[in-house]
């Protein structure tokens, strides 16, 4: 197989392991206990949502979006939400990179770019640095991001920067 169809072959397989779908909470941090369902796609297998109704990003995830900062300085990594008609909330991780210990817990807060908002939804934890996944049962919530998603920003939390190690805001 030459370089090209190599290439090809990879950014294909990359796209199609990113429309994956679960979700996870970190004990340590406090959040809503609404009782969704999650799931994650088995060994990476395509999923994602059936039949977006919205999607947002890429969202650019990086320490000096934190607040209050400081976030980790060489903290990068990027996101993407998309809202299923379904009513499930589906998200993928891309890049998260240049944390000097694991990510421990990511979500999805309510807040202006200038604030620092509660939990409204937990994540799966993006400990290898890319992830996808999908939290069932959250029409409402997917609703509210639809009608406001500047309102609303996705964060990736770890041991040196419980508050926050990158951010970054939701757009419409």
Avoid: K, W
């Amino acid at each position: 197989m030459n370089t090209r169809r190599l290439v090809v072959a990879s950014l294909v397989s990359g796209s199609l392991a990113l429309a994956a779908c679960g979700a996870d909470q970190d004990p340590a941090l406090e959040v809503p206990d609404d009782g969704a369902s999650t799931t994650t796609a088995a060994g990476g297998a395509a999923g994602g949502p059936t039949s977006a109704e919205a999607t947002f990003g890429p969202i650019e995830l990086t320490g000096a979006n934190e607040i209050p900062g400081p976030g980790a300085e060489e903290g990068i990594g990027q996101a993407h939400v998309y809202l299923d008609t379904d009513g499930s909330i589906c998200y993928d991780f891309i890049g998260i990179d240049g944390l000097d210990v694991p990510a421990s817990a990511a979500h999805i807060h309510e807040g202006g770019e200038s604030e620092a908002g509660p939990v409204v939804l937990p994540l799966e934890t993006p400990t290898e640095g890319s992830l996808d996944a999908c939290v069932a049962d959250q029409a409402e919530l997917s609703a509210r991001i639809a009608e406001n998603p500047g309102g609303f920003y996705v964060n990736v939390h770890n041991a040196d920067f419980p508050d926050g190690a990158i951010r970054g805001q939701l757009e419409s």
